[in-house]
Structure formats: C-alpha cells, structure tokens
C-alpha cells in the first residue's frame, strides 16, 4: 500500500472487515504483511502463539522484530510487529506503518477476546489438527511447532467436560462438547474438569489415535449424578475400551434395559450393585455403603430374582460389572 493520504483510512477499513468477518489471526497477519510490503507478526507466550507471514502471503516462522507493539496496554508477552527495512524509509510510509501496527495490536486482541476464555487457551485450529487422522504430518508438525511442542515428543490427550472456570490450562481447548488438552508425557498436569479420560502417551503422528481411545475412555467414567470414576487412563481399560464400540448391539441393548427395569424398581440398587462390583465381599460392600451386612444380603438376594442371575458370584459379578459398564457407555454419549 502506497503511503498516501488516504492510505490510513483503507488500513483501518481492512482490519474492520476482517473483525466483522470473524477471520482469524493467520488471516490477520497476513493480510498486515501483504499491506505493509513486509514480513509481519504475532506472538504470544502465555498462549503459546507465534504466527508470521511473509509479505507474499507464506507462514514462516521468525521473532518478534522491527516495529513491535504490545497486543494489550501492561502486557509484554503479547506482541505484534512489522519487520521494515529502515533503507530509504520515508517519513510518510514511517507514519503507516505506525497505524498499520497499532491497528494489527488491535485487530489481534479482539480476536483473542473473542476465541479464548480469561484463562489461557491453544489455539483451537492447531490443536484440531493435531487430532485429526486426515491431516498429513507436515501440518501436524507445524501445528504443534504453532503450539510450542517438540515435534519429536511424547504426549498425551486428555478430554473432559464440566471445566470449572479459569481452570483451563494452557493447551487445552474446547472442541465440541469436550475440552482436550494435549501436553507432553512427563508434564502432565492434574485432572482440571468433572470427568475425563487420557489417552495412551505417543508420538506426534499417533496422536490421532491416542485421542480416539481418550473419547472412548471418558465414555466410562461418572454420568451425571451417578457413582463413577471421575477420571480415567485408556491405557487401563485395555481390551475394554471395546466394549464402548459395541454398546448399540441388541444383546447390550437387552442388558441394559434388564439393569434399567432394576434401578427404577429400587432407588438404592445402583449404589448396591456398584459396590459388590467394587468390592471383593459382601461384607465389603456393606462397609462401602455405610449398611450392616444383613441389609446388603437381604437386597442382593432381592436384586438376583430381579435380574436372574447371581451377581455375589465370580461369573455374575463379571456379567454385572460389564452390564454397569454398557449402561455408563450408552448414557455418555461424549
């Protein structure tokens, strides 16, 4: 863009259109790189965020340089800049790039208002495509490159829901209903949300898959107002993460319904039926129920008519304990 007298009233009319049009911030630093002439960009630490664009429109990365300009008043970790050769710069085109940069400051923190939480976030574009088994693995790489992970790391996938607020960490996101945060082995941090569920730890190019199997081990863990676990490793469950895949078929259908029928006949048969899967005794259960022994015999007498199966016996208990499950995997539908 030529320096003219007009020239500040099209950068601002730009950047108005890219807010209004909901662009992210890629768009937004290029579209400052290609107005300028040169290469412009975004940083920010606390996110984990570093974009800058080349003034023919191609990401590459580089630091911040040039004319830098801090995204919010009192904040240095947030920045933006514009990397113009000082050579034969006028004072016109000086004075353009100043509102070019202030109006890219600007632009930036809108957007960052608007896509992420008072609580720190990834930027949700590079983590989707860290998960995504089409992607190929030179955009994965660059996505995590984009989210400051080694791309020669080991990770791990957690999901959740229920984040309580300011509790998001740093690399996590919301996609869908679920927040996913993706973080190297050996920081993982502690669980932040209700339930959740991990994936095993893998290399970059596996973490589509690791993410996969954290889905289907959150399906496992507590329902709304239930007895659960409220966190749980895919690694863990093993073969059983198999069993989320087959909880439509018509035999855990019936099961389910059978166990259902149950639970709505006696109010206290969940939480019974729950602690003798839990516990190796039925005395066991007792404790865990806060019941005398008598009380825990008596009902799980009732519930082996009602069910039609002895559930205090080792195959019983089994056909319980995957029953318990089927019905935790058909209501939580993550």
Known sequence: MDPDAGAALQVIAHFDALVDARAGLE????????LAGCPAGMADRARRLRIRVLPDGRRADGE????????????????????????????ARMELDAILVERLATTVRIV???????????????VELLVDAAVDESARAAA??????????????????GAAPGHRRTLTTRLGELDVTIEPAGRRGAPRTRCSAAGPPVELRDLPS??????LALRFTC???????????????????????????????AETALLDRVISAHPWALDTLTAVTAEASLRGAAAALHVHHSTVQGRVELLDRALGYPVATALGRTRLTVALALRRLRRNRW
């Open 27 to 34: 768009a937004i630093v290029r579209a400052a790189a290609v």
């Open 64 to 91: 911040p340089t040039g004319a830098t300009v801090p995204v919010s008043s009192g904040r240095d970790d947030a920045v933006v800049w514009l990397e113009r050769s000082g050579d034969g710069t006028g004072t």
């Open 112 to 126: 960052l208002d608007r896509t992420w939480s008072d609580a720190p976030m990834a930027d949700p574009a590079s």
């Open 144 to 161: 995590a490159r984009r989210l400051g992970l080694p791309v020669d790391g080991v990770f791990v996938v957690t999901v959740g829901i």
């Open 210 to 215: 690791s993410y996969q199997q954290a889905r």
């Open 223 to 253: 329902a709304a107002d239930e007895p659960g676990p409220a966190h749980v490793d895919a690694a863990a469950l093993g073969g059983m993460l198999a069993l989320a895949e087959g909880c439509d078929s018509p035999a855990a259908v």
